[in-house]
C-alpha cells in the first residue's frame, strides 16, 4: 500500500482554510473515500505525490494535458511570456494569431473570444444567445455539465453527480424556472420541449460526447435531428466542447459527427493547461458580443499573453499525426480493458471516443443515458479506484468523469495500466466470490 502520510496531514491544514480543503470538488475523493492525493510534480505522463509515489497520470488536469506535464514546446513558450510581460489588459499580436488559428481548426467558428475557463464560456454562450433570439429559454441535458453557472446547475453531471446533487443551493426559482431539462440521446423529449415552448427557446446546450456522467456517446442521428430542430425554430444550437474540443480530433466533435453547430464554447486543452475558455461561432452572431454589439461580456485577463503562448504552442503541435498517436495509445489500452472483463467475466463495459475513456460497472452492454449512468455500481468503482491509485495509476475520482489519455504515454505505461487493471479487476472478483461465500454459509 503507498504511503500518503503526508497528503493525510496536509488534507487536514487545507480544510482549515479551504472549503472542503480542495479547489474544486471532485479533488475531494468524497465517492471514492480515503484522503485525497496531494501532488508535487509532474513530467511527461507521471505525477508524483508529496509521499514521492509516482503515478501514471490518467486524468491529465481533467483533459488539458494533451501532451502530457511539462511538454518542452509549452514550457519553453510559457518562460518567453515571463521574460516579456504575461498581462497587459490591452491588444496583443498573439490573440490575433491563436483566433485565427481557432477559427481555421473548428468548423463553426468564424469569430472567437477568449475568456478565462469553461464556465465563463458557456455562461457568455447563453447570455449571447438570448440576445441575439431576444428568448429566454435555455434547454439543457440530464447529466450534462457546462461548469458552475447558475442556468446550469440543474441535474449536472461532474462534480454536482458525483456528490449526489444534481442541483444546487444558492440557484433562485427565477434562474432556475429558465432552463428546461431535456434527456441525453432521446429525441422525443426534445420535440416534447419544442412542441411547448418552441418560440421562447433562445438555445440547446449540449456536450455531443458527453464526458460528465462518465463518457456517454451521442446516438449518431440524435445530433443531426437536433440541429434540424433548433434551425426549425430558429433556436440556437451550442456545442459545449470544453471537453472534447481539440481533444477528440483537431475539429472537435462537430468534426466527428459533421454537425455544425450555432455557437462552440472552449476550454482546457485550448489553454495548454493555464486556464483558458472561449466562445465562437458564426459572425453574425459573434458580431452581438460587446463592443461591437449590445451583449456585454469582458475580462481582466481574457487573452493574456502568457495563456495565449501556452495555448497557441498546444494548437499548433496538434496536427494529424499526434492524434493518430493517441489514437493507437488510447485503443491499446480500450482494448486490454475489455479483455480483461471478459476473461474474468466482470459486469462493466468500457466507453471510449479518442483519448476519453470510462470503464462503467454495470450489466447493461452500453451506457446511453443519464439513467444509464446513474444505475452504475459507483461502490464497485470506489473499490476498483483506490486498487489503480495504489497500483500506481491515477485515474478520475469519480464514475462520472472520464479518463484523458495523452501524448506522453509510452508503450511501458500502456503495459502497467492494462496489467493493473486486471490486478484491480481480479481483486473485485474476489471480494465478489468471498461476499458470495460468507453470504451462502450465512443462509446455511
Ligand atoms: P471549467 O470552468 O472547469 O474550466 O469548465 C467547466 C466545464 C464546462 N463544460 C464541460 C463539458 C466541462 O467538462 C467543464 C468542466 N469539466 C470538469 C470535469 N468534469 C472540470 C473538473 C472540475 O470541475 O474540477
Request: proline share 3%; with cysteine.
Amino acid at each position: 500500500m503507498n504511503k500518503i502520510l503526508n497528503s493525510v496531514s496536509a488534507y487536514k491544514e487545507a480544510k482549515k482554510v479551504i472549503p472542503g480543503g480542495v479547489n474544486s470538488p471532485v479533488r475531494a475523493f468524497k465517492s471514492v473515500g480515503g484522503t485525497p492525493i496531494f501532488f508535487d510534480r509532474g513530467k511527461g505522463s507521471k505525477i508524483t505525490d508529496i509521499d514521492n509515489n509516482v503515478y501514471i497520470d490518467c486524468v491529465s488536469s481533467w483533459g488539458p494535458l494533451i501532451f502530457g506535464h511539462c511538454d518542452s514546446n509549452v514550457s519553453s513558450e510559457i518562460s518567453k511570456a515571463i521574460k516579456t510581460g504575461t498581462t497587459f489588459g490591452a491588444p496583443t499580436l498573439i490573440e490575433t494569431k491563436i483566433a485565427n488559428k481557432i477559427v481555421d481548426m473548428v468548423p463553426s467558428i468564424d469569430k472567437v473570444r477568449m475568456v478565462n475557463s469553461g464556465t465563463e464560456a458557456t455562461m457568455s454562450a447563453i447570455r449571447l444567445a438570448r440576445g441575439f433570439t431576444k428568448r429566454s429559454l435555455i434547454v439543457k441535458f440530464e447529466g450534462n455539465y457546462h461548469g458552475h453557472g447558475d442556468s446550469f446547475l440543474i441535474k449536472a453531471g461532474s462534480g454536482a453527480m458525483t456528490l449526489g446533487k444534481p442541483d444546487s443551493l444558492g440557484i433562485t426559482e427565477n434562474i432556475a424556472k429558465d432552463t428546461i431539462l431535456a434527456a441525453f440521446n432521446d429525441i422525443n423529449s426534445i420535440k416534447k420541449i419544442f412542441e411547448k415552448h418552441h418560440k421562447n427557446i433562445a438555445a440547446v446546450i449540449i456536450e455531443p460526447i458527453a464526458g460528465n456522467m462518465g463518457l456517454v456517446k451521442s446516438c449518431s442521428k440524435f445530433l443531426t435531428e437536433l440541429r434540424e430542430i433548433c434551425s426549425k425554430n430558429n433556436s440556437l444550437l451550442i456545442f459545449d466542447e470544453v471537453m472534447t474540443g481539440f481533444r477528440v480530433s483537431k475539429g472537435g466533435a462537430q468534426e466527428l459527427y459533421n454537425v455544425i453547430p450555432d455557437l462552440t464554447t472552449l476550454g482546457k486543452v485550448i489553454g495548454g493547461g493555464l486556464p483558458v475558455g472561449a466562445y465562437g461561432g458564426k459572425k453574425e452572431i459573434m458580431d452581438y458580443v460587446a463592443p461591437q454589439g449590445p451583449v456585454y461580456q469582458a475580462g481582466t485577463l481574457s487573452g493574456n499573453p502568457l495563456a495565449m503562448r501556452a495555448g497557441l504552442a498546444t494548437l499548433n503541435l496538434l496536427n494529424n499525426q499526434a492524434f493518430e498517436k493517441l489514437e493507437k495509445i488510447s485503443s491499446k489500452i480500450e482494448k486490454g480493458f475489455l479483455n480483461s472483463i471478459k476473461k474474468l467475466g466482470i459486469d462493466a463495459t468500457v466507453c471510449r471516443v479518442g483519448s476519453m475513456m470510462t470503464i462503467f460497472f454495470t450489466k447493461q452492454n452500453e451506457i446511453k443515458s443519464y439513467h444509464d449512468a446513474k444505475d452504475c455500481n459507483t461502490d464497485v468503482y470506489s473499490r476498483y479506484f483506490n486498487y489503480m491509485l495504489n497500483f500506481g495509476i491515477y485515474i478520475p475520482p469519480s464514475q462520472y468523469e472520464c479518463m484523458f489519455f495523452s501524448l506522453a504515454i509510452n508503450q511501458e505505461d500502456i503495459d502497467k495500466i492494462i496489467n493493473s487493471n486486471f490486478k484491480a479487476l481480479q481483486k473485485i472478483k474476489d471480494e465478489e466470490y468471498i461476499n458470495w461465500y460468507n453470504t451462502r454459509k450465512i443462509s446455511q
